[in-house]
């Protein structure tokens, strides 16, 4: 598979529906937000295109096979649960077979792509457990092994990540003193893996191989909440995620 400068990004949007209750009536709001834009920004500072697609597009746009993710050098989910991509809307609401998205990054992977999990609640296992990668596809490429169970660690008094192999690829000029973060996916480390960055005993940032191809798992936010104005504005932040991406693609 040809190393290319393309990442396909989804995930990393949400909608809330609110209800305003003053005294005898109420109404209701609904506000759509995106989270996107310090990591498309990022990549693209490094002379990376980004094709984005928020989860709502992801749930019918994302791509059926490996070959058709073949065109990106990297994918990334973050914070988009398994179901909108195992859950096609031809097969929720018409019962009509699709293929299985997980599988077709699997095999993307396996053939050479580049793979990145991005924590958050809708990814790993997530809140209540219901980002639900555990046990498929995508837990079987990361370099991590997903818990069963709610994996959130909350930490709203701030936390500091702790490189603990700085001379990985994926550090290169990134200094070791890195900002605070709220929050993470609890994950483990699958053996042979590389784990490059701790918060505390847990695994934040892992690099593995699978197939012929490259994962990555960074068990925090790309984003806030859990990724801080501090952590989003840090000069570090740019080249740490075009890093990423470009050893996921396996280019130098």
């Known amino acids: 598979m040809a190393a290319k400068r393309r990442a396909l990004i989804a995930g990393e949007s949400w909608t809330v529906h609110s209800?305003?209750?003053?005294?005898?009536?109420?109404?209701?709001?609904?506000?759509?937000?995106?989270?996107?834009?310090?990591?498309?920004?990022a990549l693209e500072s490094g002379g990376w295109a980004v094709d984005y697609q928020p989860a709502h597009v992801a749930a019918r746009d994302f791509p059926f096979d490996a070959k058709a993710l073949s065109q990106y050098g990297c994918v990334m989910l973050s914070d988009v649960g398994a179901n909108t991509l195992l859950l096609h809307p031809d097969t929720f609401t018409r019962s009509v077979?699709?293929?299985?998205?997980?599988?077709?990054?699997?095999?993307?992977?396996a053939a050479g792509g580049g793979f990145v999990m991005i924590g958050g609640y809708l990814t790993f296992q997530g809140i209540d457990a219901k980002a639900q990668y555990s046990g498929t596809a995508i837990e079987e490429i990361l370099p991590v092994q997903i818990s069963r169970y709610d994996d959130r660690a909350e930490c709203p008094q701030?936390?500091?990540?702790?490189?603990?192999?700085?001379?990985?690829?994926?550090?290169?000029?990134?200094?070791?003193?890195?900002?605070?973060?709220?929050?993470?996916?609890?994950?483990?480390?699958?053996?042979?893996?590389?784990?490059?960055?701790?918060?505390?005993?847990?695994?934040l940032l892992v690099a593995g191989v699978y197939g012929a191809g490259r994962t990555?798992?960074?068990?925090?936010?790309?984003a806030p909440h859990w990724a801080p104005p501090a952590f989003v504005e840090w000069p570090g932040y740019a080249p740490l995620w075009?890093?990423?991406?470009?050893?996921?693609?396996g280019q130098p």
């Open 19 to 41: 209800t305003h209750q003053k005294g005898f009536d109420s109404f209701s709001t609904v506000e759509y937000s995106e989270g996107i834009h310090w990591l498309r920004q």
């Open 97 to 109: 077979a699709r293929p299985n998205r997980l599988h077709a990054i699997r095999d993307y992977v």
């Open 158 to 203: 701030g936390v500091a990540p702790k490189v603990v192999e700085p001379h990985h690829p994926i550090l290169d000029g990134i200094a070791s003193d890195w900002p605070h973060l709220l929050g993470f996916n609890r994950v483990t480390a699958k053996e042979k893996s590389a784990v490059i960055v701790k918060i505390g005993d847990d695994p």
């Open 216 to 222: 990555v798992a960074f068990t925090s936010d790309c």
């Open 242 to 249: 075009r890093q990423i991406a470009s050893w996921a693609a």
